[in-house]
């Protein structure tokens, strides 16, 4: 399939969010697409699928037009191509979510064979056949039987990744694919994009780092503000303006990565003072549909304490998150304590004072609400607001957007946001309840350079004024360098719990790094 698109414009909610856009995508061209965050990348992804149409142009101008090319005949519309693109991105990952839709992964990948959203009719044995190769091909076979919301957000990305190909696309938009990958899934991911190289197939791939960059990518087109900057070949592409290189996924970390000094409360954790108690598990196991994700773990943190939790995925780290905040129960024979909390409390009261950003709070969010009410939300731990806001919430909501940079975006509804924009609101909702904890799972995911650079910064700052935090992460250089604790997970058990390591293997750098 061939895509031209010429002089296309989108607004939203009378913003332009693509200006006068000319692209060509030619078989057998394999392009990257970067740009910072709220720089266009998603619309224009989703407009060349055909999720949104392109808005009329201000004024007299060039004529608009969208044209693809298949099968010898040009169409003017993407409405009879439709399904000859695949499309996959943190939105599909999330419909899921939001959805509960919670089949199996087989039958997940089955809906691709099917070109559906949801299973409409039994796999027959050959369907079966063609899945397993596919699950094959890309590593994750074991996980043909598991259900999708119970893997972790790797997992389900490599299986939507798989439902995408099931329906042998055209041309393949990849909206942040290897965002969340460990180690092992990126460098399978990786594989797959270079073995593209031997077709005709074209690809887009929407990425915010260099190390997620194949080999047999072409070309590059990067947007910002809107407006393309550079179209054309990867060679050319001034690509280290505007991707700041980071290590790719690591286990562990090397020894020139040794923390630096700490806060105050940091080294009264390290050198053996303990701080207020803030939450503890004691041998505790979390089952998700039958399946044992945690096993008899025990783990506790306190004040002034700065964990990063590491493994591959599905070793279980969104799920000890999810377990420390509340949304999981701990099965019997274990124990969770949290401060504050005595049997007979409502669970409301201890999240009212954590903070919690997660990919799932990105899917259950309404996208009718706006960013202040997101923000204002946090001071009830609840998804959207059961009452009115007070104005101790309203100021609270203020005072942490401005502290984040984003009182410009308070009146905006989510829908308007792109996916980066929309992590950092959920930083700053986190932070309105000034909370003694912070849980963050993969909080830099879909961020570009420079805002992971201030998230950084103002994590620092929030740890220096005693909050505890526990960080997820598959990137080495995510580490903070005030972290004062570690813990590895692997199949749901803790390989290593205690003071951060000053010595481990090398940080892995994949391959196009």
């Known amino acids: 399939m061939e ?3 010429r002089h296309l414009h989108l607004q939203r909610m009378g913003r332009a969010v693509l200006s006068d856009v000319s692209w060509r995508i030619r078989p057998a061209e394999r392009w990257v697409l970067v740009g910072g965050n709220g720089a266009g990348k998603t619309q224009l992804l989703k407009l060349i699928s055909g999720a949104i ?4 142009p201000a004024g007299a101008g060039a004529i608009p037009s969208r044209q693809y090319r298949w099968r010898g005949e040009v169409f003017l519309s993407p409405f009879e191509v439709q399904e000859e693109i695949g499309y996959l991105g943190a939105e599909r990952q999330d419909k899921y979510e939001r959805y509960g839709w919670n089949h199996t992964v087989e039958q997940i990948v089955g809906t691709g064979l099917q070109r559906s ?3 409409l009719a039994p796999l027959t044995a050959a ?6 190769v596919l699950l094959s091909r890309l590593g994750i076979e074991p996980l043909r039987r598991r259900r999708l919301l119970a893997l972790s957000y790797g997992e389900r990305r490599l299986a939507l990744l798989a439902r995408t190909l099931a329906a042998r ?4 938009l990849l909206d942040e694919l290897l965002s969340g990958l460990d180690e092992r899934n990126h460098a399978r991911a990786l594989h797959w994009l270079e073995r593209t190289g031997r077709s005709n197939l074209p690809w887009v791939l929407a990425t915010h780092r260099l190390e997620d960059i194949p080999h047999s990518a072409t070309h590059a087109v990067v947007l910002n503000d809107g407006r393309i900057a550079y179209s054309g070949t990867l060679r050319r592409a001034p690509l280290k303006r505007w991707l700041k290189n980071h290590r790719g996924p690591s286990r562990s970390h090397p020894p020139s990565a040794r923390p630096c000094p700490v806060p105050a409360s940091g080294r009264r954790a390290r050198t053996g003072t303990p701080g207020a108690l803030l939450v503890r598990l004691s041998r505790a196991s979390v089952y998700l549909d039958g399946h044992r994700v945690l096993e008899s773990l025990s783990f506790e943190v306190r004040a002034g304490e700065c964990w990063v939790v590491h493994g591959r995925n599905g070793s279980g780290k969104t799920t000890l998150l999810r377990a420390l905040y509340g949304d999981h129960a701990i099965a019997a024979g274990g124990r969770i304590e949290r401060a504050g909390i005595e049997p007979g409390m409502p669970l409301q009261q201890f999240k009212r004072r954590v903070g919690l950003v997660a990919p799932h709070l990105q899917a259950e969010h309404p996208q009718a609400l706006t960013v202040a009410q997101v923000v204002q939300s946090a001071r009830h731990a609840s998804i959207g607001l059961n009452a009115a806001p007070t104005a101790a919430d309203r100021a609270a909501a203020r005072r942490s957007l401005d502290f984040f940079g984003l009182a410009a975006l308070a009146p905006r509804t989510l829908r308007e946001l792109s996916y980066g924009q929309l992590r950092r609101v959920l930083f700053a909702r986190a932070w ?4 003694r904890l912070l849980l963050l799972d993969e909080p830099f995911s879909g961020v570009d350079a420079p805002t992971r650079t201030g998230l950084m910064e103002q994590l620092r700052v929030m740890f220096a004024g005693g909050t505890g935090i ?4 598959h990137y080495r250089s995510e580490w903070p ?3 004062t604790h570690e813990l590895e997970l692997a199949g749901g058990r803790a390989v290593y719990s205690g003071l951060m390591r000053a010595s481990g293997t090398l940080t892995h750098v994949p391959a196009g790094a």
């Open 53 to 56: 149409w392109p808005s009329p």
């Open 470 to 473: 526990v960080l997820t992460t």
């Open 432 to 435: 309105a309840c000034r909370p």
């Open 169 to 172: 696309p055209k041309l393949l």
């Open 481 to 483: 360098r005030y972290a």
């Open 117 to 119: 959203d949801i299973p």
């Open 127 to 132: 369907d079966r056949n063609k899945i397993a």
């Open 3 to 5: 895509v031209r698109l």
